[in-house]
C-alpha cells in the first residue's frame, strides 16, 4: 500500500487493508471466449467481430489490473482512507470521528463471489463509493469496531 503508507500521520499505523475482488476480470474473460467463438466459427466478417472482440478484451483486462493494483483501502488507528486511480488520483481521508455511516451495495454476483460497492458517508453530506471490494462486511466491520474502539478511548 504505496499511498497509505506514505500518508502515515505519526503515531498512526494500519490495522486493516482491503482489496479489489477477483471478479473485475470476468467481463474480459467473456470477451476474450466470445471472441474465440465467433471467430472459430465465422468465416469473413466473423474473423474482424472476432478481432474487435479480443481488442475489447484486452483493454478491459489492462484497465482491471490498473484498477486492482492501484486501488488502496485502508484503516488506521486514526483515519479511513481510500485511494483510486493511476494518473489521475481521488482520494479520500475521514477521520474517524468524521465517519458517518458505510453502507454496502451487493449485486446477487457480489452476494455469491462476496464483493460488493462500499459507500464511505461522512459528516457534511460527502459520499464515496467504491466499488468491487473484496469481502465488504468484513470491512465495514473491522472499521466500525476500530472507529468504536478510538470513540471510546478518546471520551
Not at 470477451?31 to 469473413?44: D, E, K, Q, V
Not at 460497492?117 to 460527502?126: E, H
Request: proline share 3%.
Amino acid at each position: 500500500m504505496g499511498y497509505v503508507n506514505n500518508n502515515l500521520m505519526s503515531n498512526e499505523t494500519v490495522i486493516y487493508e482491503a482489496k479489489i475482488h477477483w471478479f473485475i476480470f470476468i467481463p474480459s474473460a467473456v470477451f476474450f471466449a466470445l471472441g474465440m467463438i465467433i471467430s472459430s466459427n465465422a468465416p469473413g466478417s466473423g474473423s474482424v467481430l472476432g478481432t474487435l472482440l479480443f481488442i475489447v478484451a484486452c483493454v478491459s483486462f489492462i484497465k482491471a489490473i490498473i484498477a486492482r493494483a492501484t486501488t488502496e483501502l485502508a484503516v488506521t488507528s486514526k483515519r479511513i482512507i481510500a485511494k483510486t486511480g493511476l494518473i489521475s488520483r481521488k482520494t479520500v481521508e475521514l477521520n474517524h470521528g468524521k465517519v458517518e455511516s458505510f453502507n454496502i451495495d451487493q449485486s446477487i454476483f457480489g452476494r455469491l463471489f462476496g464483493f460488493g460497492t462500499l459507500v464511505l458517508n461522512g459528516t457534511g453530506g460527502g459520499k464515496t463509493p467504491i466499488s468491487s471490494i473484496d469481502a465488504p462486511l468484513e470491512f465495514r466491520k473491522n472499521a466500525m469496531s476500530i472507529i468504536d474502539e478510538t470513540q471510546r478511548n478518546i471520551a
